[in-house]
């Protein structure tokens, strides 16, 4: 399926209005964004760094999703798309 291309701006601003993941700082050209679990959670806190670069390659975006936690990229894909 065809898509456009997306921002590094874009995914992180998706990413920290969907209100899971909070911009904890930025590192150089990269957003660091950090998700703490629940207390009754028994996962570990997760760090998902972004380059805020014009333009994500597929791989970059791929890597974003996986540290994000995302099951289907194509469904992460879709979904950036849409609240973009």
């Given at each position: 399926m065809a898509r456009g291309?997306?921002?590094?701006?874009?995914?992180?601003?998706?990413?920290v209005n969907c209100g899971i993941?909070?911009?904890?700082?930025?590192?150089?050209?990269h957003a660091i964004l950090r998700w703490e679990p629940p207390a009754d959670h028994d996962?570990?806190?997760?760090t998902v760094p972004v380059p805020l670069h014009d333009e994500l390659n597929e791989g970059t975006l791929r890597s974003i999703g996986e540290k994000a936690g995302m099951n289907d990229f194509q469904r992460f894909v879709d979904w950036i798309e849409r609240n973009r």
């Amino acid at each position: 399926m065809a898509r456009g291309t997306f921002s590094g701006r874009e995914v992180v601003k998706v990413v920290v209005n969907c209100g899971i993941y909070e911009w904890d700082r930025t590192n150089g050209d990269h957003a660091i964004l950090r998700w703490e679990p629940p207390a009754d959670h028994d996962a570990d806190a997760r760090t998902v760094p972004v380059p805020l670069h014009d333009e994500l390659n597929e791989g970059t975006l791929r890597s974003i999703g996986e540290k994000a936690g995302m099951n289907d990229f194509q469904r992460f894909v879709d979904w950036i798309e849409r609240n973009r």
